[in-house]
């Protein structure tokens, strides 16, 4: 395995920031029914089966991280999924900790990382 280069210590708090903004189940869900692209914040209470102001709160914190990005159209605000490279960071950690074989480490992670990091295995 080819060695990674030492990163400079200054960006390590935006870096930590970022990687806690994934660390909730729900944002990951929701990141996950934002895959095929934008979405009503009804539709998306919805389909996570959750409150509004729950979601509306996942969306925030992810809209303020430059993760997501929305518009509003009457009353509504669609979200969407400002860089695609987010599933590609899901998609390399599921594959390093190779929950491929659930038989190792059965619920290590919430099935909301699994649903996510799976389907981008699957493209």
């Known amino acids: 395995m080819e060695s990674a280069k030492p990163v400079s210590q200054e960006p390590m708090p935006q870096l930590a920031e970022y990687f806690s903004i994934l660390g909730q189940p729900m944002r990951l869900q929701l990141l996950d029914l934002l895959r095929d692209g934008e979405k009503r914040v009804q539709d998306l209470v919805e389909a996570s089966e959750t409150s509004q ?3 509306s709160k996942h969306l925030k914190l992810m ?5 997501l990005s929305c518009r ?13 490279l987010i599933f590609e960071l899901c998609s390399m950690v599921y594959q390093h900790l190779n929950l491929a074989d659930q038989e190792q480490r059965p619920h290590s992670l919430p ?8 389907s981008s295995l699957a493209e």
């Open 111 to 118: 099935i909301s990382v699994l649903l996510i990091a799976g």
């Open 72 to 84: 509003r159209q009457g009353t509504s605000a669609y979200y969407s999924v400002e860089d695609d």
């Open 53 to 55: 102001a729950n979601v």
């Open 63 to 67: 809209l303020q991280a430059g993760i």
